[in-house]
């Protein structure tokens, strides 16, 4: 079983920025073999697939919202992705969660994620 901890949310001014840390527990061949996403999720509003980024790193994927905002990264020998979120506005404010899915395959699953954390709050004023 993954263990996952989110790092790094917090309270920002529209336009600021923030970046999101999620470290995985486990050997580095097991890191390897996920596929990792960020999830967010507002007040009133269902969860919603924010970012991935395949086990390779080779493919990502972003919410139409946070195109050319967001930048999903991962360090594989550290165990650890990351959600650099720039220009970021009221709209953004959520409960953001980490999440993986072990693959077969170097590809982003639409569903199928086994391990979450516990979430970080990002809250962007106005």
């Known amino acids: 079983q993954v263990r996952l901890v989110e790092s790094g949310g917090g309270s920002v001014q529209t336009g600021g920025s923030l970046r999101l840390s999620c470290w995985a527990s486990?050997?580095?061949?097991?890191?390897?073999?996920?596929?990792m996403a960020w999830f967010r999720q507002a007040p009133g509003k269902e969860r919603e697939l924010t970012a991935g980024i395949s086990y390779s790193g080779g493919k990502t994927y972003y919410l139409d919202a946070v195109k050319g905002r967001f930048t999903i990264s991962r360090d594989n020998a550290k165990n650890t992705v990351y959600l650099q979120m720039n220009d970021l506005n009221p709209e953004d404010t959520a409960v953001y969660y980490c999440?993986?899915?072990?693959?077969?395959?170097?590809?982003?699953?639409?569903?199928?994620?086994?391990?979450w954390g516990r979430g970080t709050q990002v809250t962007v004023s106005s």
């Open positions: 486990g050997p580095g061949h097991v890191f390897s073999s996920l596929a």
């Open positions: 999440a993986a899915e072990f693959m077969d395959y170097d590809v982003i699953p639409s569903n199928m994620w086994s391990a």
